[in-house]
């Protein structure tokens, strides 16, 4: 009789450099809205079961653990902690770092950062906010992000598809500039699609775009103008090969259409028609090697990503095991 491999799905290397640059980071695992009192929600990062329930006070809680395959009581699981968590959970061993913030829940599983990435203008009274419905991925998150900031900004004689359709006479006008929060890249001009040119009455705008985390992007349209728009956007890293995009829109209050323009900017930020291609990517893990680079030459932001990107995986590395990053970079 024929017998038939399953196949497993992959999983992390928790030594590789990619899985430990996002371990300290903060991720989105969930809608605030979604969660009330009373209701236990699963979710699952960087390969990890977690179940998230809201307190008597409102008060957020994450911890290990998934449901039976009988459909019984959730089942905790012993994982290793961060530290600066309350003795409790750290004798436990069950509680990761949770935040709620942009109507969206945050879960560290490292040891997490003082403060979350920052979307502006979030509580100026003269904005407003439109979180869309997350969008699944087969595939990894750093590739997700990467492959977006490869396509941006793009010169309009291009055809992108990318939010950085970069007019052509401006296409090469742009520097990116590093900052320990990550690379930024300085205003340059673009090409605004159909709802928001009519939106803002003009045709182009000078745009910047932020990498806040290395798995958050965050585009400011309308540089310089009294009241910009900002498109912030979050790859959470569900699994080694599955992703999850967030989108969330910061737009002045006197934007008439905020749910079309929602629609159009999640079109513009990952298009169903490349969605093939970065799932089709492999490996799923983001190469981040010296001799990788090449293929993202074309792309300076891109280029200046990967290279960050491998600087916090050599630091977190460097943190538990001194020795062993010098040998990596002499290898």
């Not at 941006?152 to 990116?176: C, E, I, Q, W």
């Not at 890249?185 to 009519?198: F, H, I, P, W, Y």
Request: net charge negative; proline share 8%.
């Amino acid at each position: 009789m024929q017998t038939i491999a399953l196949q497993q799905a992959p999983s992390w290397d928790r030594h590789g450099l990619d899985y430990l640059a996002l371990l300290d980071q903060w991720h989105v695992v969930a809608r605030g809205r979604d969660i009330a009192h009373g209701v236990t929600m699963q979710a699952r990062l960087l390969g990890q079961d977690l179940m998230v329930w809201r307190g008597a006070l409102g008060d957020l809680q994450a911890w290990a653990g998934r449901k039976s395959r009988q459909s019984g009581p959730l089942l905790a699981v012993s994982v290793h902690l961060p530290p600066g968590l309350p003795e409790r959970h750290r004798r436990d061993g069950l509680a990761f770092a949770v935040r709620e913030a942009y109507g969206l829940v945050w879960v560290c599983m490292g040891r997490p950062p003082a403060e979350l990435p920052h979307l502006p203008n979030w509580d100026a009274p003269e904005y407003q906010h439109v979180l869309t419905n997350p969008v699944p991925y087969r595939a990894n998150a750093l590739r997700c992000m990467d492959h977006f900031l490869h396509e941006s900004p793009t010169p309009a004689s291009a055809l992108g598809h990318g939010p950085f359709d970069a007019l052509s006479n401006t296409s090469k006008a742009y520097t990116v500039q590093a900052s320990e929060g990550g690379p930024f890249t300085t205003a340059l001009a673009v090409s605004l699609r159909e709802q928001e040119a009519q939106e803002m009455g003009q045709n182009s705008a000078l745009a910047r775009y932020h990498c806040l985390s290395p798995t958050v992007a965050c585009i400011e349209k309308g540089v310089g103008q009294a009241q910009p728009w900002f498109v912030w956007c979050a790859w959470t890293p569900v699994a080694l090969d599955r992703a999850s995009l967030w989108l969330v829109l910061c737009l002045p209050s006197r934007v008439a259409a905020p749910d079309r323009l929602a629609l159009e900017q999640q079109e513009l930020v990952q298009p169903e028609d490349e969605r093939w291609l970065v799932e089709s990517l492999r490996p799923f893990s983001l190469p981040l090697g010296a001799a990788d680079e090449a293929e993202a030459i074309g792309s300076p932001l891109s280029l200046a990503y990967r290279r960050w990107v491998r600087d916090l995986g050599l630091r977190r590395l460097a943190a538990d095991r001194p020795f062993a990053s010098l040998d990596l970079v002499l290898s």
